[in-house]
T-cell receptor, first 117, second 114 residues
């Protein structure tokens, strides 16, 4: 059973370009979470999605960032007009379910390291 | 004030030592508590999770939660060089639409030298 897959593993963009990060959850998982890890910091929650629904986007910057998880295909985190401060490792996690009050183990992918020149 | 505080270290210990890693938190709504291990340039992997106050043991690892003090710990016995990694505490289940969200500490860098 393949784990969470993310691609690309490394992405270099110039300021002002767009970055698209992809995440394929583990087989059978319909819940996806995106986290950002800045240098020497812990992971910060960005967004939680189910298929075709955004459940919690409280950690997403208000501008330039968007996420989707379509019925078919991977989840996409899109960053428009990137700036140097967007340079970070972006991790995706998936879980088979998520219910209020119940523990839901989140399995993490290897991350995409975004460098903005 | 951060919701979760973790001493970033770094922590350097000799092989065989007992390691203690700690986090404090401010949000009493957190319902479950986890420790993740992250090797350099890899994704986090779950070590242990627990719901309630008390101790939970798994091999050389013991997780301890004290909800009254809002304090969690991870103990590693007989530490090995292969334990060298960054250890992240994480908390979740805060309710509302935040039930899926994990809140992480900053991470403690641990080095176990032979």
């Amino acid at each position: 059973n393949a784990g969470v897959m993310q691609n690309p593993r490394h992405l270099v963009r110039r300021r002002g370009q767009e970055a698209r990060l992809r995440c394929s959850p583990m087989k059978g998982h319909s819940h996806v979470y995106w986290y950002r890890q800045l240098p020497e910091e812990g992971l910060k929650f960005m967004v939680y999605l189910q298929k075709e629904n955004i459940i919690d986007e409280s950690g997403m910057p208000k501008e330039r960032f968007s996420a989707e998880f379509p019925k078919e295909g991977p989840s996409i985190l899109r960053i428009q007009q990137v700036v140097r401060g967007d340079s970070a490792a972006y991790f995706c996690a998936s879980s088979p379910y998520s219910r209020a009050g119940l523990y839901n183990e989140q399995f993490f992918g290897p991350g995409t390291r975004l460098t903005v020149l | 004030q951060k919701e979760v505080e973790q001493d970033p270290g770094p922590l350097s210990v000799p092989e065989g030592a007992i390691v203690s890693l700690n986090c404090t938190y401010s949000n009493s709504a957190f319902q479950y508590f986890m420790w993740y291990r992250q090797y350099s340039r890899k994704g986090p992997e779950l070590l242990m999770y627990t719901y309630s106050s008390g101790n939970k043991e798994d091999g050389r690892f013991t997780a301890q939660v004290d909800k009254s003090s809002k304090y969690i710990s991870l103990f590693i016995r007989d530490s090995q060089p292969s334990d060298s990694a960054t250890y992240l505490c994480a908390m979740g289940g805060a309710g509302g639409t935040s039930y899926g969200k994990l809140t992480f500490g900053q991470g403690t860098i641990l080095t176990v030298h032979p």
